[in-house]
């Protein structure tokens, strides 16, 4: 098992759906989760984190967190064209306190 | 979100010369940064954790003698390519670990080409 686990996508969806985009990890002692957006050719940029069970909202992104079931996911709402990138998933290992990242999912907003 | 600076963005070398990359965290102390590397389509591959004031711990497989870490300042911290060859062409990606609350913040990354 990868120790943090994304779907490669692409994911496509038409504009204004909503994208759900799911993460699993295996390390059950962590504590830290992240959400990075990434465009082709440019370094990863933070959009949400989120350290406890539920739901976390900022404007149109919504992170959950089931740390019993080890899986986060972050929903976009109204997706845009611009909301187009790979969507990197990286949890906080207790384990060599190091911050893990999934292979990221290709997310295509199509108008 | 914090503001972490890399120099520069992209550079062209020569084959056997060496090339240092600046990581700068702006407007927070960083004592650990973190230096990635990413092919196209591939995702990032953690190279090494750059700690303020000691050794660099280095992932399994990079060669520590090629790809020298400093992080003489909570602020800086530099990687040079020694010896550069074309197969070092790639997207080099600093990070710096904000403590509170415990995010990391990336670079805009710098691409390295090798002739």
């Known amino acids: 098992q990868k120790e943090v686990e994304q779907n490669s996508g692409p994911l496509s969806v038409p504009e204004g759906a909503i994208a759900s985009l799911n993460c699993t990890y295996s390390?059950?002692?962590?504590?830290?989760f992240f959400w990075y957006r990434q465009y082709s050719g440019k370094s990863p940029e933070l959009i949400m984190s989120?350290?406890?069970?539920g739901d976390k909202e900022d404007g149109r992104f919504t992170a959950q967190l089931n740390k019993a079931s080890q899986y986060v996911s972050l929903l976009i709402r109204d997706s845009q064209p611009s909301d187009s990138a790979t969507y990197l998933c990286?949890?906080?290992?207790?384990?060599?306190?190091?911050?893990?990242f999934g292979a990221g999912t290709i997310l295509r907003v199509k108008s | 979100g914090a503001v972490v600076s890399q120099h520069p963005s992209w550079v062209i070398c020569k084959s056997g010369t060496s090339v240092k990359i600046e990581c700068r965290s702006l407007?927070?102390?960083?004592?650990?940064m973190f230096w990635y590397r990413q092919f196209p389509k591939q995702s990032l591959m953690l190279m090494a954790t750059?700690?303020?004031?000691?050794?660099?711990?280095?992932e399994q497989g990079v060669e520590k003698d090629k790809f020298l870490i400093n992080h003489a300042s909570l602020t800086l911290s530099t990687l040079t390519v020694t010896s550069a060859h074309p197969e070092d062409s790639s997207f080099y990606i600093c990070?710096?670990?904000?403590?509170?609350?415990?995010?990391?913040?990336f670079g805009e990354g710098s691409r390295l080409t090798v002739l």
């Open positions: 989120i350290y406890s069970n």
């Open positions: 990286a949890v906080n290992f207790r384990r060599g306190n190091k911050l893990v």
């Open positions: 750059s700690n303020e004031g000691s050794k660099a711990t280095y």
């Open positions: 407007d927070f102390q960083a004592t650990t």
């Open positions: 390390d059950r002692g962590s504590q830290s």
């Open positions: 990070s710096a670990l904000n403590r509170v609350p415990g995010e990391l913040f």
